[in-house]
């Protein structure tokens, strides 16, 4: 699934492992989906924060993510570090294989494989190892991010459980992993939407989702 993230990049960290908080972290990007916007339902009271969002080759925003918890941070000193807890919920538009807009190709379907891959990978930006060389680093990242992906395509398989959520308050199954990183989750909505989410410290079990009603709230 090739998109570019655009309109609402994710900041560098800081010296010190914290996020910092961007002017570019606007709704502009998350106005312009054709599609409704997905994140944890009313239940969760805690901070909600926009992250960013991906257009397709044509330039249509594809998909986006919302943060909910503590802002992740990538630096790890400890094993038994604190890393926080989060939840980032990921909405994928439903799209079927189309004609790209100059006609001379196809761009690609999206699909919960789609969403888990997005999710797969949304966790691996925060968790790779603080023990690691940074020299290191881009080629964990690449080993990860292919084996995501692997395990994205085969949902069927047996790295996959199945959770069943609410979803706008109705009970839907979602494919479900964990691994050392923390867990990921992938399913659909009945709103022409994909919803994958990716956590650590905040248990999934617990957690349903909700359309977002309007989320300029977010900004």
Known sequence: METTSRAVEQTPAAEGGQQVPSARRTVDGYLEA???????????????????????????????????????????????EDRGKFAVVVTVAANPVRRSPDGTGLLEATSVSSAAWLAGVGLLTFTWPGQMDHSLRDDWLDQQ?????????????????????????????????????????????????????????MSAYGLGFAMIKDIETYA
Do not use: N
């Open 145 to 201: 991010t292919e084996t995501a992906w692997v395990l994205a395509d085969d949902l069927e398989g047996s790295d996959w459980s199945t959770l069943s959520l609410p979803v706008d308050g109705v009970p839907t199954s979602f494919h479900y992993r964990e691994s050392e990183f923390g867990w990921v989750l992938a399913g659909s909505t009945s709103q022409g939407v994909h919803v994958g989410a990716y956590g650590r410290g």
């Open 34 to 80: 054709p599609f409704p916007w997905y994140g944890l339902d009313e239940a969760f009271t805690g901070p909600r924060w926009l992250m960013q969002v991906g257009a397709a080759a044509d330039g249509a925003v594809e998909h986006g993510s919302i943060g909910h918890g503590d802002e992740p941070s990538v630096r790890h000193e400890t094993a038994g």
